[in-house]
């Protein structure tokens, strides 16, 4: 927070790359983000809090009893009781956080010009999220409960594998069938961009099966890109906002073209966003070097060998009734209860070292994607192209070092771009 105060001029190394109109509204946005973030978390902290000590877990456990006990399932029933639980829970959750996610969309990135939405749009959105997330979350987490059930001595085993398809077939279908119920997909049409993507993507044996653009614009500003998809089948997704060419923000409204004005608005800008067909591919250079690398299947090994230590840990501690009596159930342990005791609370510090760890790696893949943009001859575009997504995003390019290197999954912009200095001058 002191550097988004008392930063209030370009510093001389960022001359050639930011106007000071840019810099002060990215250090205002930044400085709002910054007030918006300690608030909210402060909140958290004491919401937590006061569950705990008044024993909200125990007492919001009892109520489901309850509920569940209404419907004709007793105390027997323990996975009935614990659906209802984690519906109560995350309905609790969502009602919440509500009014943090309005002030933030409609206060913060309506502020900033980033926001794209109605409140219609917006609830709408919300809604859908959260029927579309139980959807999932229910039947995922009364399987994983049988499965430690009936699974024995070594029901950790089968319970990772089962997190792990889960997580695989989610990973396959989420682009499919689960993303496009809130975006709208197109394939790219036929062009040089298109054509320039599959060469590029030939050049480098990259399985691409379809490109696609995504109407990011509906709801935010904000640009990315992305791949996914396994084996043979890879597919790519743009946002319109990274294409100069697509985006929404730089054209016009047709005249009596107004079909989508009742859900989302349309903010005229006074500069174009998004990046020239060059610099759209120098971004795909880097993340198509993420999947040349191995840095995506590294991240699944990571992911899956500190899921199966987790399990194995909870196997170890389940059976651990002191762990239950400190949260107010003396009577009863039931394995959900358990499950978020460990994962939420015990390890807690734990994952706070993990997600560091984590965060230094991701920072290394980074510099070693753009590494391989730069061989891929993409250094003059990829250093153009990280400028204008950081002036489109209103990134502040001055950052505290410590809160840099705990928190940033990316490298500093003025890192990046000293990387690619040199082959950019070459």
Same mark, same amino acid.
């Given at each position: 927070r002191r550097v988004y105060r008392t930063t209030t001029h370009v510093p001389q190394e960022l001359g050639q790359i930011m106007d000071s109109e840019?810099? #002060?509204k990215s250090r205002l946005y930044q400085l709002d983000k910054s007030t918006f973030s300690f608030w909210s978390g402060l /909140?958290?902290?004491?919401?937590?809090?006061?569950?705990?000590?008044?024993?909200?877990?125990?007492?919001?456990?009892? *109520?489901?009893?309850q509920i569940s006990g209404h419907a004709g399932f007793g105390p027997e /029933? #323990?996975?009935?009781?614990?659906?209802? @639980?984690? *519906?109560?829970?995350t309905l609790f959750s969502a009602m919440t956080g509500l009014p943090w996610s309005l002030y933030n969309t409609f206060v913060i990135e309506e502020k900033h010009g980033f926001n794209q939405q109605t409140l219609g749009f917006f609830f709408k959105d919300a809604i859908k999220k959260f029927v579309v997330t139980q959807c999932i979350l229910l039947p995922v987490t009364s399987l994983l409960l049988y499965i430690i059930k009936i699974g024995g001595d070594y029901f950790f085993i089968y319970a990772w594998l089962f997190t792990l398809v889960v997580s695989l077939v989610l990973v396959t279908i989420y682009a499919d069938y689960i993303a496009?119920?809130?975006?709208? @997909?197109?394939? *790219?049409p036929e062009g040089e *961009?298109?054509?320039?993507?599959?060469?590029?993507?030939?050049?480098i044996d990259f399985p691409l099966t379809k490109v696609y653009v995504v109407e990011g614009s509906k709801r935010s500003s904000h640009s990315n890109a992305y791949f996914y998809g396994f084996f043979k089948n890879k597919r790519i997704v743009l946002f319109d906002t990274l294409l100069e060419e697509y985006s929404a923000l730089n054209k016009e409204p047709a005249e009596g073209e107004d079909g989508e +004005? =009742? =859900?989302t608005k349309? &903010?005229? &800008? +006074? &500069? &174009?966003?998004?990046?020239?067909?060059? =610099?759209?591919l120098a971004v795909l250079g880097h993340e198509l070097g993420h999947w040349k690398l191995g840095h995506t299947v590294k991240n699944i090994i990571i992911s899956q060998m500190n899921s199966f230590l987790c399990f194995f840990l909870f196997a170890v501690l389940i059976g651990q009734k002191e762990l239950f009596a400190a949260f107010g159930f003396y009577d009863t342990q039931p394995t959900l209860i358990g499950l978020m005791i460990i994962f939420q609370f015990i390890f807690s510090p734990y994952n706070e070292?993990?997600?560091?760890?984590?965060t230094v790696l991701s920072r290394r893949f980074e510099f070693q994607a753009d590494a391989f943009a730069k061989e891929l001859g993409k250094a003059k575009d990829l250093y153009s192209a990280l400028i204008k997504l950081n002036k489109d995003n209103l990134g502040f390019p001055v950052s505290d070092w410590i809160f840099s290197m705990w928190h940033y999954s990316h490298p500093p912009l003025l890192e990046r771009l000293q990387a690619l200095k040199d082959a950019k001058q070459e």
């Open positions: 840019t810099f #002060e /909140y958290s902290e004491v919401e937590g809090t006061m569950i705990l000590l008044c024993g909200g877990i125990p007492f919001l456990w009892k *109520l489901s009893g /029933y #323990e996975i009935v009781q614990s659906l209802v @639980f984690l *519906l109560l829970a496009p119920l809130f975006d709208k @997909f197109i394939p *790219l *961009l298109k054509q320039q993507i599959e060469t590029m993507a030939k050049s +004005n =009742e =859900e349309s &903010k005229t &800008k +006074n &500069k &174009k966003q998004g990046c020239k067909n060059e =610099e759209v070292v993990l997600s560091f760890c984590l």
